[in-house]
């Protein structure tokens, strides 16, 4: 072999061995990445309450106890218990599964609506893209709760409604960002080249450009993650949301707010607490992510 060829062959090698050192590298600042690593914990932390809650509570969500109504954290109750004499610890932890169920489907039928829209829209540019704009931009003029509020009020009250208007509100936010990343895509060289070999739209764009946009995808999920959680904690908090018997943290909140007054804060904190530890690394997790990602 001639050291032409040698020389040649081993910068196709490198040329081929490229993304994967780019995906390896990226593992690495990840996993060197204070926000990513503590936002992942605090997730992880929360998937594992919500599976192996059954095992770990000591006592049943709805288990009452008239007896120890309204009794403050104790070695007995770690949380307190509430005005039914539920054992709050345990409403804490079995909370987090219903909201760990319809956050993240909303959230991932938002990805896929709005990568598709994106995709669509910024690779077809001209009357199409101008039409889908105005027609996004008319829809995100309205605030998402409340948008939220007047589609299941009309609806009806459920967790397939929760989902399906959440997921299609955040469809339309990541919609945007995927077609900005499109257009910085659709007149590179390896679009060009697709187009000389006669590939199909739909080939171009979920082969070729679809890889290339998915980092601000990846980061916009793990943004509307977070928005999710808090959005249905809010739903839930207004009686539009996940609904009794569920544990659920903000159907929770808005049962027991009312005993703040009274000196039973307990009733409330720790639901608020869990709220917020999980969006917190939901948004951590974002954080650290798009900082990888940008660098």
Do not use: C
Request: no cysteine; net charge negative.
């Amino acid at each position: 072999m001639t050291g032409e060829t040698m020389t040649a062959t081993a910068a196709a090698e490198a040329a081929m061995d490229t993304p994967a050192r780019i995906r390896r590298e990226r593992v690495r600042l990840l996993l060197r990445n204070l926000p990513f690593l503590v936002g992942s914990l605090l997730l992880i932390f929360w998937i594992v309450m919500a599976i192996a809650g059954p095992w770990i509570v000591p006592y049943g969500a709805d288990d009452t106890d008239l007896l120890n109504t309204l009794t403050p954290p104790s070695p007995d109750h770690w949380f307190g218990t509430d005005q039914f004499g539920r054992d709050v610890f345990s409403r804490v932890i079995m909370g987090s599964r219903d909201i760990l169920i319809v956050a993240p489907l909303a959230t991932l039928l938002g990805t896929v609506v709005g990568t598709v829209l994106g995709l669509v829209t910024g690779y077809a540019k001209g009357l199409t893209d101008d039409v889908v704009s105005r027609i996004v931009d008319a829809f995100l003029a309205l605030p998402l709760l409340i948008l939220a509020m007047l589609v299941i009020t009309a609806l009806g009250i459920s967790n397939t409604t929760v989902i399906i208007v959440i997921g299609l509100s955040f469809g339309l936010i990541v919609g945007r960002t995927v077609r900005a990343a499109v257009l910085g895509e659709r007149d590179l060289d390896y679009v060009a080249a697709a187009h000389l070999r006669g590939e199909k739209p739909i080939y171009i764009l979920f082969v070729e450009i679809l890889p290339n946009v998915m980092p601000p995808i990846m980061v916009e999920t793990t943004v509307r993650l977070g928005y999710a959680i808090f959005t249905v904690a809010s739903l839930s908090f207004l009686g539009l949301g996940i609904q009794p018997p569920s544990p659920d943290w903000g159907l929770s909140i808005s049962q027991n707010y009312g005993l703040i007054g009274g000196g039973y804060w307990w009733t409330v904190l720790f639901y608020a607490l869990s709220i917020g530890s999980l969006v917190v690394g939901v948004n951590l997790a974002a954080e650290g992510a798009q900082a990888v990602l940008d660098a």
